[in-house]
């Protein structure tokens, strides 16, 4: 039976969170982002130190502290800049809903922090949801002007979103071991000196002397309400009511927040408010209880595992649309370092907080050699041929991969070079040179040769990545390996920071970082996490027919989404290249099943012959 007392403890929570981004915008917009954060937060932590000393438990454990330090500075720092500068560019309502995201985000970062496994019900929530953050601002998107600056306000506040449910994930062992209230206390305590000391400036004080009747009750909302009163409310509820309950009242936070912003501050509510929030409650909705659903339907995982595995080879497929994108207003060593830095901060990030076993020095060689030689030197070539070579050009010549994989595997790893694969490489570099001859034929400047040649080396280097770190992997964890190759790829990034770096960041418009976004995120940790899913699943032969799913991606995502011309070489060269991978790959497979039905039909021929 339902505790009454609970409900209404829960449901008192979220109506006062739901019209929290009401007073957070009113406070960013009025007093400005920096001085609302440095005020509201010196209030909020002197009253929860007050507490903390009345009540004590402020001793945490020596080895505690570095993950409490971790969740104080990156999940509520983040948190808190990017809702206050977010909600100073977005209304009330919108913020509202992107907010609304942080349940699908907690069950993401949960797979790669707590190693739960990322069901397709997640992924395909994340892609909902995501739709309908595109949906919110699409008209942003398509327009030219200073209408962008919603678009970067719906960022912010997106990775405020993220930057909580890291706090969440990552704070769930502290809450655990020492109570909800301490650990709140104590972080947020630690995340506001940051914030004061980066923000606090002489106009502080003079917006605080100028702080009108109104700005202080929102103030006193934001601290006593909406911070002291509902933490201990929302607690309290949470205790006492099922999972699944306290996680459907959640959902009453961004429509009580569009409500409210449009009576308190009176937003409108377009039809673009209305398809966006239905697709991120929808997402939310699929990625917390789709996977019950389905366990219910389907008891086995294989669809679960095909679609996953399809996940990752699209977001794989769209990498090249999105760094040709870039590459085509940013310089190639910018796009690169933007890629790989962030990258490699949250590989080491990761890596912190799940550890790694003790690595011999041999297989720390072999991992340099496959971060250096392997990831660096692909990601090299690559930015830098695709200066000059259109995304479905280089995603035909990603579909090389197989291919160089295998090779390398008999040069590096001792396999056996069996016919088919010299046949499938022929093939495939008769593909390639197709490619090449249609260059010189592409009105000028369309296609570069040169470039041509550095994506196809680049292939190559991710063949020697995948052959070396295969068996380093395999001992000391996927996940944990390729954490630790991303961290030493990103070292050699600060030789490629210009010195107008800081301009070309400012310039960059909010479609630019949504790109940068997409391949940090979406592209290398989701793309893997599916792929590593899909590999637990299913056979990796089965895996590996998906990967020919990546150059068709790529050519669609070019074509449709850059522009680019659909031209014969791309037709017969990714043919061909299609054509030796699969003669590769599949031949020898070919060659064995016919040599077993072969030995079965020749075993009963004399017992047939005998009757």
Known sequence: MTDPKALAALLFTVVIWGIGPVFIRSLSVDLGAADHLVIRYTIVSILYLAGLAVMGGWRIAREDWPRLLLISIIGLVGYNLGSAFGFERVTAGVGSLVIGTQPLLIAILAAFFTREKLTLTAVIGLVVGLSGIVALFWEDIAATGPGNTSVLGVIYVFLSGAAWAFYVVIGKPLVQKYGSYPITALSISICTLPMVAALASHDTITTVQ??????????????????????????????????????????????????????????????????GGGLILLGVAIAQFGNRAQAMARPSGRLTS??????AVTMWGLIPVAMRFLILDIQPQTVMLLRLFPAGVIGLVVVTVI???????????????????????????????????????????????????????VVLAGDRLTPWLI?????????????????????????????????????????????????????????EIACLVLGISALPMVFFASADLGETFAR??????????????????????????????????????????????????????????????????????IAGVALSQFGPRLRMGRLRRDYSLNRRQPLESSA
């Open 355 to 409: 550890g790694v076993r003790r690595i011999a020095f041999r297989d720390w060689l072999r991992i340099c050699v496959a971060a250096f030689f392997g990831n660096v030197a692909y990601q090299i070539l690559a930015a830098f041929g695709m200066e000059t070579v259109p995304a479905s050009w280089t995603g035909i010549l990603f579909g090389l991969e197989p291919v160089f994989i295998a090779l390398f595997a």
């Open 508 to 577: 960059m418009t909010a479609i630019q970082w949504s790109a940068v976004a997409f391949t940090v995120i979406f592209g290398t940790f989701f793309a893997t996490a599916a792929w590593n899913y899909a590999l637990g699943h299913m056979e990796s032969a089965l895996a590996g027919m998906f990967l020919y799913v990546q150059p068709l991606v790529a050519a669609i995502g070019g074509i449709a989404l850059l522009g680019e011309r659909l031209r014969w070489p791309l037709i017969a060269g990714g043919a061909l290249i």
């Open 306 to 311: 095909l679609a996953a595995v399809l996940f």
């Open 423 to 479: 046949g499938g490489i022929a093939l495939s570099l008769a593909g390639t040179a197709a490619l090449m001859l249609g260059s010189l034929s592409a009105p000028a400047g369309e296609v570069g040769l040169f470039g041509l040649m550095l994506v196809t080396l680049s292939t190559m280097g991710w063949g020697i990545y995948t052959v070396v770190i295969r068996p380093v992997a395999a001992k000391y964890g996927g996940l």
């Open 210 to 275: 100028t702080m009108t009747a109104r700005n202080w009750l929102d103030m006193f909302y934001m601290v006593v309400p909406s911070t002291l009163i509902a933490t201990i409310t929302w607690n309290y509820g949470a205790a006492r009511l099922s999972a699944a309950t306290t996680g459907a009242t959640l959902y009453l936070v961004p429509v009580i927040g569009v409500i409210a912003g449009a009576l308190i501050l009176g937003e409108q509510i377009n039809s673009g408010t209305l398809i």
